[in-house]
């Protein structure tokens, strides 16, 4: 399989819903292959028309829980009961993502984005939270739907933060649909070297969010560019690339979506010329590195 690459909704819009499928036209206009969509308690559309419009044009999905997420639905929260409810509506996020006909489900599946633990971690959260994730894994490949978790920053969870820990925690799973994301712009605050964290999850592998270190257009800020490529070739990656970051335009007034997101500077005023920029820089890099 060659290097797909893609681009996540937010870039564009706030959101999903069924008045938004012109952006899948737009995504393919500017070069994507794929097309990262979102879901949550907040967020409704109908996945066949997303699927339909997306198949049309060659595009492929991906689905994140990007929209409202109960704090209380967490595979690896203390009370059984949040990690039953968890588990519950990971599920139904799997089925649409089913319905989409996405290929994978990804994020950090294991906890809640903003819940971070300031304490030595029980002896118990991995194992438990692995035993969600087995089951969350087996019911995606039920349905031909990946689970891939992704590592993300300290400020974000405690509890997996380096590819290190991610590769534990699917070790612990033991299911070979449960596959990772690293993403460039989580890793700066948590990694000192880019291509030992690519080798790392290397069998593992699923894709990579491609992110500045600012949420900008990739390509001069803090990520060693040429070291992500050369990992990556050493490796033969073969798998998904995706820009991530917040339209800094969008909202009402211009600007409140990013700042909505914590972003308060101006990242990614026009998605389409970030997305332009952006893959060109990738596959530039990608191409100079084979």
Not at 138 to 147: K, S
Not at 169 to 176: F, K, N
């Amino acid at each position: 399989m060659p290097i797909h690459y893609g681009a996540h909704c937010y870039l564009f819009t706030d959101g999903w819903s069924d008045d938004r499928l012109p952006i899948l036209d737009t995504a393919k206009a500017v070069g994507l292959d794929v097309f990262e969509v979102v879901v949550g308690d907040d967020i409704s559309y109908t996945p066949r028309l997303t699927r339909r419009r997306a198949e049309s044009l060659g595009l492929a999905l991906t689905v994140s829980p990007g929209g409202l997420w109960p704090p209380n639905c967490d595979l690896s929260a203390d009370d059984p009961a949040d990690r039953a409810r968890g588990l519950v509506w990971h599920e139904r996020q799997v089925d649409i993502a089913a319905e989409l006909g996405a290929v994978a489900y990804t994020g950090a599946l294991y906890g809640h984005p903003g819940t971070v633990q300031r304490r030595l971690p029980p002896a118990d959260e991995f194992p438990r939270t692995a035993e969600g994730l087995r089951a969350l894994a087996d019911y995606g490949a039920q349905r031909n739907v990946a689970i891939v978790i992704e590592p993300m920053s300290h400020f974000r969870t405690h509890l997996v933060n380096t590819p290190e820990q991610a590769m534990r925690l699917i070790a612990l799973t033991d299911h070979p649909n449960l596959r990772v994301l690293l993403d460039t712009y989580h890793l700066i605050t948590e990694i000192r070297d880019y291509a030992q964290a690519i080798h790392a999850v290397a069998p593992k592998l699923w894709g990579l969010h491609a992110c500045e270190s600012d949420r900008g257009v990739p390509g001069g800020g803090l990520v060693p560019w040429d070291v992500v490529f050369g990992a990556l070739k050493a490796i033969a990656f073969e798998g998904y690339v995706l820009l991530e970051t917040y339209n800094s335009s969008i909202g009402d007034p211009p600007g409140t979506f990013a700042f909505q997101r914590g972003m308060f500077h101006n990242p990614c005023p026009d998605g389409a010329a970030f997305v332009q920029q952006g893959i060109a820089f990738l596959k530039a890099g990608m191409k100079h590195n084979t």
